[in-house]
């Protein structure tokens, strides 16, 4: 069984930036890609931002030009940086990995936007 473990968030001002961090308990072998969803408060889960195996990058919409996913395979980690925070972005963060051996979550981590 892989675990996900994240940090990273918190409570930052609108404008302001935060670096969320994911890493997994152990190696993994015959990972595909790596994603970052989120959930506000009364919605559904959403994806943020994806990278694959090959480096490619895809993100939501909302969040283009302000967040920026990388992958470190050696350390088996992901990571989102977050510029230009809105309120809006407010929502508990996961991270997601995909792997052949099936697909596993993160437990999750706070990010508020507030003056």
């Known amino acids: 069984q892989v675990q996900l473990v994240e940090s990273g968030g918190g409570l930052v001002q609108p404008g302001g930036s935060l670096s969320l961090s994911c890493a997994a308990s152990?190696?993994?072998?015959?990972?595909?890609?790596w994603a970052w969803y989120r959930q506000a408060p009364g919605k559904q889960r959403e994806l943020v931002a994806q990278v694959t195996s090959g480096g490619s990058r895809n993100y939501a919409d909302s969040v283009k030009g302000r967040f920026t996913i990388s992958r470190d395979n050696a350390q088996n980690s992901v990571y989102l940086q977050m510029n230009n925070l809105k309120p809006e972005d407010t929502a508990d963060y996961y991270c997601r990995v995909f792997t052949t051996q099936g697909n596993y979550w993160g437990q999750g981590t706070q990010v508020t936007v507030s003056s």
């Open positions: 152990r190696s993994i072998v015959s990972i595909y890609n």
